[in-house]
């Protein structure tokens, strides 16, 4: 039977992250989107809590606990709740490690898992979308052809996190009409990293376009090897976890401009007193809670091993569309207050209308 409450250990994870995200995030949001950096000191707490090496097998210096979706997924929400920018670069090099945990042979596991158990915070990445308005990922303009020992990859891609810091990089690419995943190093001959891109929400998280031109990676670093990889799988996991920040990002406009409403008094009242701002303000804690539900649907079916793409595709559209409208209809809350940087809801507008976009950028 399906349970609607967290485990006791889930729980316990959930109040440490919401912590973290309360005495961290929360108190540099502002500063972040603003100079467009995140302080490394940040990011090494938040590695030192295992969101990434408590799912890697002993053998390979993790922790090896089970991988669960539905706990990445909470872990997701809580961390998006601080901010999203700072949430997506915490946990981008889960973009590498889950799918190597997953999909990866023996040697590409004993090779690359254990650089994402150390102290410090590892950057790495995963490049899927392409700079063209038709972007499919399951029918991508970026090719891989092997070539006696090596694969060769040509190809552009847009919105990669992190791609200049990033050790190394999971590139998707087309072979033979059907996604792949391959493991590029940084420095390989043929990947040119390209300018950080200017984005309108997300300000804090370094994203680049990339450019590969007859890039050549050995055969071995084909992800899953001649079995190659579940890609199916590795999409509606992205799905879920950027569904589940959606939610993060959507709680936290809406607790905001509910304490709003009841402190901001007009003509003797409180506003969220008045009928259009109570039902405004209902209808967004229904939407948030019908997201949060078929998250966790969607990460069940996928803890379970089924096929979740069904699921996770209407949830996708749903989130999508959600945490647009939830953290508009705060800014209109608000009314001129919500136009300006004295409140948040302006930012979390800008990192809201950017998840139509963020297709493969987190991944639980």
Same mark, same amino acid.
């Given at each position: 039977m399906v349970s609607f409450s967290p485990s006791e250990e889930q729980q316990m994870i959930i109040n440490m992250v919401k912590e973290f995200s309360t005495d961290h995030l929360r108190k540099l949001y502002r500063e972040c989107d603003e100079s467009g950096e995140i302080p490394v000191d940040v990011l090494d707490t938040a590695w030192e809590f295992g969101f990434i090496s408590t799912s890697i097998p002993e053998e390979?210096?993790? $922790?090896? !606990? !089970?991988r669960s979706s539905l706990t990445g997924s909470l872990i997701a929400e809580e961390l998006a709740w601080g901010d999203l920018s700072i949430a997506m670069h915490i946990l981008c090099p889960s +973009? @590498? *490690?889950i799918p190597l945990v997953e999909m990866g042979t023996d040697e590409q596991k004993s090779k690359y898992l254990p650089g994402f158990c150390g102290d410090r915070f590892k950057a790495a990445t995963a490049a899927l979308i392409e700079p063209r308005f038709d972007f499919d990922p399951t029918a991508l303009s970026t090719t891989a052809r092997l070539n006696g020992g090596d694969y060769v990859l040509n190809g552009e891609k847009c919105y990669v996190p992190l791609a200049a810091d990033a050790d190394l990089l999971l590139v998707y690419a087309s072979e033979d009409d059907c996604t792949q995943?391959? +493991? @590029? !190093? /940084?420095?390989?001959t043929g990947l040119d990293i390209i300018e950080r891109e200017k984005n309108m929400g997300i300000k804090a998280l370094a994203t680049y376009e990339l450019s590969l031109k007859d890039c050549r990676v050995? /055969? %071995?670093? #084909? $992800?899953?090897?001649e079995g190659g990889c579940d890609f199916v799988r590795v999409l509606n996991c992205s799905r879920v *976890? +950027? %569904?589940a920040m959606a939610v993060g990002v959507a709680r936290g406009a809406f607790e905001y *401009? #509910?304490?709003y409403a009841r402190e901001r008094s007009a003509f003797g009242e409180p506003i969220a007193s008045r009928q259009t701002i109570a039902f405004m303000l209902a209808e967004m804690a229904i939407e948030i809670d019908a997201t949060r539900l078929m998250t966790w649907e969607a990460a069940w079916k996928l803890d379970r091993g089924e096929d979740a793409t069904k699921e996770a595709s209407l949830l996708k559209s749903y989130a999508d569309d959600m945490v647009l409208t939830v953290t508009d209809r705060a800014v209109q809350i608000l009314g001129g207050h919500g136009y300006i940087r004295d409140h948040p809801v302006e930012l979390w507008l800008r990192n809201g209308r950017g998840f139509a976009t963020f297709s493969g950028m987190a991944i639980v």
């Open positions: 390979f210096q993790g $922790l090896g !606990e !089970e +973009l @590498v *490690a995943g391959f +493991l @590029v !190093e /940084k420095g390989t050995p /055969k %071995s670093n #084909r $992800l899953g090897g *976890a +950027l %569904s *401009a #509910r304490d």
